[in-house]
């Protein structure tokens, strides 16, 4: 008997020890990648699986650089391995490599975006695709957020839009900045997209709002987290413009007057260039970009103009020269006007650098290549950091202060633009880059001559990765006398 109850003892310890070295291996082999020409770049994979997504996502309670790339700049340099939700990537926070990134699109690398970001925005979204086809869709929603589009018709619309929000918050007691921005943005351009008025755009825009705490939370899809309320309001997003997008495919004859009659008529012309799939998802992306950053956006800046009265006081004296220059009594800004913001533009250019609120731009190589003298193996997936290159005091003095006289000397000025990419950067640059410009523009224009303000409840700013959160930040809209 003592035989036998040696035997499977004895298999069992032979089974540990062999199930404890294949798990050994397979740790090593995650903690070490393989890198077939070169070295990788310093860094850590963190644990298996998981990698260091915790330490990435955890809140930094300012607009500072957050712990976690300050501690790894330190440690390994601006460019670093890590791993993030189960995929390896090389995170870039040299201004030259980022450089290098964007204008070897194509060649060395291609857009990419991890799993989890695809689930939220769809893999039929516009960031999915290259080539000729990514021209095609950038041409097609250039229709809406174009130059021609924004001179001709949003331009004023926006106008209107931004007078009339302001007027209404003055009406009130006290508004939460960022929620009053984003509805006024949203309920814009729900109306140009698919045609929606206010009330139906602002129950839409709800299932928008987790989306953002999505892109940084971590991936488990179970009730109660934050990626499950994001799946959630996506799936919501989905079934309201699918059955939409049905009504219009029903009666393609009818007009609505919005960007959605373009993209009824690309389904309807047989080309066979994008589907409905696409089409939702293609909507939906532009909805979620054309007010989520530039809201936190105008949050932010509303709290450092409101410390900064020598700004307000710049801004309000170019924005009252210009209504002492009209002669024909009109109201509306014009397309030239807009042009000669030139301190505007400095605030808008210091507002986007210090409250950078896109993610982190993600790039996938094609293969190997060879950066600072490290090798990035093909396949990994490379992330492009603008805020940190943003908040570099080396290339931005005084990086938390804001300045927006650091935009006007003209001898250092071309330096900053060339480190400067709130809006991404080479073939992928921001479809609605200038949209984002032309709404900071106009509603400091209208605040500053008809308007004061007074903050109610100071709220708070948090960065998670890339990018800021603010909330709770209250103020009162007063209108100015006379």
């Known amino acids: 008997m003592e035989g036998y109850s040696q035997v499977p003892y004895a298999s069992l310890c032979g089974l540990a020890i062999v199930v404890a070295g294949w798990l050994a291996h397979c740790v090593y082999k995650w903690t070490n990648p393989a890198c077939s020409t070169g070295r990788?770049?310093?860094?850590?994979?963190?644990?298996?699986?998981?990698?260091?997504?915790?330490?990435f996502f955890k809140p930094s309670p300012s607009l500072d650089v957050?712990?976690?790339?300050?501690?790894?700049?330190k440690r390994y340099g601006p460019v670093f391995k890590t791993s993030l939700v189960g995929q390896p990537v090389v995170v870039s926070m040299d201004a030259e490599v980022n450089r290098f990134i964007f204008q070897q699109?194509?060649?060395?690398?291609?857009?990419?975006?991890?799993?989890?970001?695809?689930?939220?925005?769809g893999k039929e979204s516009i960031a999915?695709?290259?080539?000729?086809?990514?021209?095609y869709i950038r041409s097609f929603a250039s229709r809406l957020f174009g130059l021609e589009s924004l001179k001709d018709v949003l331009l004023a619309e926006m106008d209107r839009n931004v007078k009339h929000s302001l007027a209404a918050w003055a009406a009130e007691p006290a508004i939460e900045v960022k929620d009053a921005v984003a509805n006024m943005i949203f309920d814009l351009?729900?109306?140009?997209?698919?045609?929606?008025?206010?009330e139906k755009s602002r129950k839409l825009r709800k299932n928008f709002d987790a989306f953002f705490q999505g892109l940084v939370s971590f991936p488990l899809y179970f009730p109660g987290t934050t990626f499950y309320a994001c799946i959630e309001g996506r799936k919501n997003v989905q079934k309201v413009l699918k059955d939409l997008l049905k009504e219009r495919l029903?009666?393609?004859?009818?007009?609505?007057?919005d960007f959605l009659d373009e993209v009824v008529n690309e389904l309807q012309s047989g080309r066979g260039v994008i589907d409905e799939k696409f089409a939702v998802d293609l909507m939906a992306a532009l909805l979620f970009a054309s007010f989520a950053t530039v809201s936190s956006s105008l949050t932010v800046a509303m709290k450092f103009l409101s410390g900064h009265p020598n700004v307000v006081e710049s801004l309000k004296e170019e924005h009252e020269a210009i209504l002492k220059k009209r002669e024909d009594g009109r109201s509306g800004i014009t397309w030239e006007e807009y042009k000669s913001m030139t301190f505007t533009a400095q605030v808008t250019n210091e507002i986007a650098r210090v409250s950078n609120v896109a993610p982190g731009i993600f790039r996938k190589t094609l293969t190997d290549v060879q950066v600072k003298g490290y090798t990035i193996p093909a396949g990994w997936l490379v992330m492009i950091s603008p805020m940190a290159v943003h908040m570099n005091p080396e290339l931005f003095k005084d990086p938390l202060t804001f300045n927006p006289w650091r935009w006007q000397d003209e001898s250092k000025k071309s330096a900053l633009l060339k480190n400067f990419m709130p809006f991404g950067g080479g073939i992928r640059l921001c479809v609605g880059a200038e949209f984002s410009r032309i709404q900071i523009a106009?509603?400091?224009?209208?605040l500053v001559t008809k308007y004061r303000w007074k903050e109610i409840k100071g709220g708070e700013v948090q960065r998670v990765?890339?990018?800021?959160?603010p909330k709770g930040y209250h103020i009162q809209i007063i209108p100015r006398e006379g």
């Open 250 to 257: 029903s009666a393609p004859e009818k007009r609505h007057g």
């Open 66 to 73: 957050p712990v976690f790339y300050k501690q790894r700049l």
């Open 465 to 469: 990765s890339e990018i800021v959160f």
């Open 128 to 135: 999915s695709y290259d080539g000729s086809f990514h021209k």
């Open 189 to 198: 351009t729900a109306k140009k997209l698919i045609g929606f008025g206010p």
């Open 442 to 446: 106009l509603f400091l224009h209208t």
């Open 40 to 55: 990788l770049p310093p860094g850590s994979m963190g644990l298996p699986l998981v990698g260091e997504t915790f330490q």
């Open 105 to 121: 699109e194509g060649k060395l690398f291609r857009s990419w975006y991890p799993d989890t970001t695809n689930n939220i925005f």
